[in-house]
């Protein structure tokens, strides 16, 4: 590897670390400081920032915080230019109008949404002139201290309803463009090597947001996005699989080639009460664009990757219904209350591990400031900051999803693969 191959890599790392861990990395970060600066101006710096946290807490709901500068910083072109990321332009599109990107697929980490329309690495403000992209993400993550602002710097905005009506509602200009990623959190789940499935037929509230505000709705699809990592199994522990990439940093991803494709618009003629057909006969049409924008591309972008083996060569498309079947039950009741708790008390979970580890700063300080650093208190309190890091990992790997003893909860899927079948055919 040459030294601009390993400083790539380097800052793949970094970013990806800071990203990741940075609720646990602040203390860390703080410990080291503390030897050099005093506690005092620690303590200062950090009610400081705790105001502004306070002070600037609406706006991820109101268009973000742009910056070209950070936006068009060189080091976001060594991150893109790991794997690399490429953007493909179909149409030119009109400044003058709202847009609304529906991104797919997820992937683990949607690597590819962040590169191409979080920053402009691949040159997204020479493609489409006039089109400010604001990646749309949810609210926890402008939870966690440093990386939030680092977010909105880059222009991503909450994906909540009032941040969308926010800037589709013309009081942040015209230009704007959304880019959602419609199957969320689920698709994490769904995400396998050589195969796209997109949670989709249920999605439907960017639907309603486009025909509210007459906002354009573009297709986008990343090929290449599922196969940045591969699911292990750890020698059938997790049945499901936890998502992996290099070596012994599973969090790294393999540098494979991502190719982002924006599709040609959707008009939508604005609808103040749109129906529930307006509703459907859009959301049908968007589907269709989504599987034509597939076949036109998928045989113009089988990737070879750099390391591992290239996607297959044949390709089709059809949607099915999987149904989510009995699990194997765990011996640790954690993990069985994990698997058996609803959609609501995961995202409560998941709120707690990332409200714990910002409390677990402000607690770090106070004891550093106040008692010895080997003080008691101090060591449960990092370990437990960790034990629920840890345990929230695990959970995610475990994929909630499978519901407990629940045999017969269906969901629709949109499945494009990659591997060699029948011609297309719709089931």
């Known amino acids: 590897m040459d030294l601009k191959g390993i400083l790539d890599f380097f800052i793949l790392s970094f970013i990806t670390s800071f990203c990741a861990f940075s609720p646990l990395i602040v203390p860390l970060t703080v410990f080291i400081?503390?030897?050099?600066?005093?506690?005092?101006?620690?303590?200062?710096?950090?009610?400081?920032?705790?105001?502004?946290?306070?002070?600037?807490?609406?706006?991820?709901?109101?268009?973000?915080?742009?910056?070209?500068?950070?936006?068009?910083c060189s080091i976001w072109t060594h991150w893109t230019q790991y794997f690399p990321l490429t953007l493909i332009k179909s149409t030119d599109l009109d400044p003058n109008r709202n847009y609304i990107f529906?991104?797919?697929?997820?992937?683990?980490?949607?690597?590819?949404?962040?590169?191409?329309?979080?920053?402009?690495?691949?040159?997204?403000?020479?493609?489409?002139?006039?089109i400010r992209p604001h990646l749309m993400l949810l609210k926890m993550q402008f939870f966690n201290p440093f990386t939030r602002d680092l977010l909105l710097g880059l222009g991503a905005c909450c994906v909540s309803r009032n941040s969308c009506e926010y800037l589709l509602s013309g009081k942040c200009g015209q230009g704007n463009a959304l880019v959602i990623i419609i199957g969320g959190r689920r698709e994490v789940w769904l995400t396998r090597n050589n195969t796209m499935i997109l949670y989709l037929k249920s999605r439907k509230g960017f639907i309603q947001l486009a025909l509210k505000y007459?906002?354009?709705?573009?297709?986008v699809i990343s090929f290449g996005e599922n196969e940045l990592y591969e699911r292990r199994t750890f020698f059938g522990l997790i049945p499901n699989g936890i998502p992996w990439g290099l070596l012994f940093m599973g969090y790294i991803p393999f540098r494979r080639q991502v190719v982002t494709v924006v599709g040609k618009p959707i008009h939508v003629v604005q609808t103040d009460n749109p129906t529930p057909s307006d509703i459907e006969q859009l959301h049908e049409d968007y589907l269709q664009a989504v599987e034509q924008l597939f076949v036109e591309n998928k045989d113009k972008y089988k990737l070879g990757h750099l390391n591992q083996y290239p996607i297959k060569d044949a390709a089709k498309l059809w949607v099915r219904t999987t149904s989510n079947g009995d699990i194997i039950v765990s011996i640790l009741n954690i993990i069985a209350l994990f698997k058996s708790s609803d959609w609501y008390f995961r995202q409560t979970v998941i709120r707690v591990c990332s409200f714990s580890n910002f409390i677990h700063f402000g607690c770090f300080l106070y004891h550093h400031y106040f008692v010895q650093p080997h003080h008691i208190a101090f060591v449960i309190l990092y370990c437990g900051a960790i034990s629920i890091t840890l345990l929230s990992g695990l959970g995610w790997g475990l994929?909630?999803?499978?519901?407990?003893?629940r045999k017969t909860q269906q969901f629709d899927q949109l499945q494009l693969t990659t591997e060699p079948s029948d011609p297309l055919n719709t089931t």
């Open 214 to 219: 007459g906002a354009s709705i573009v297709p």
């Open 102 to 130: 529906g991104y797919h697929p997820h992937g683990v980490a949607a690597i590819g949404a962040l590169g191409n329309f979080g920053t402009d690495a691949t040159h997204f403000s020479s493609l489409f002139p006039g």
């Open 33 to 72: 400081l503390s030897w050099f600066w005093s506690s005092k101006f620690i303590l200062s710096v950090s009610l400081v920032y705790c105001y502004w946290l306070y002070f600037d807490r609406r706006t991820d709901s109101h268009g973000g915080r742009w910056s070209d500068w950070l936006r068009r």
């Open 399 to 405: 994929n909630w999803d499978r519901i407990l003893k």
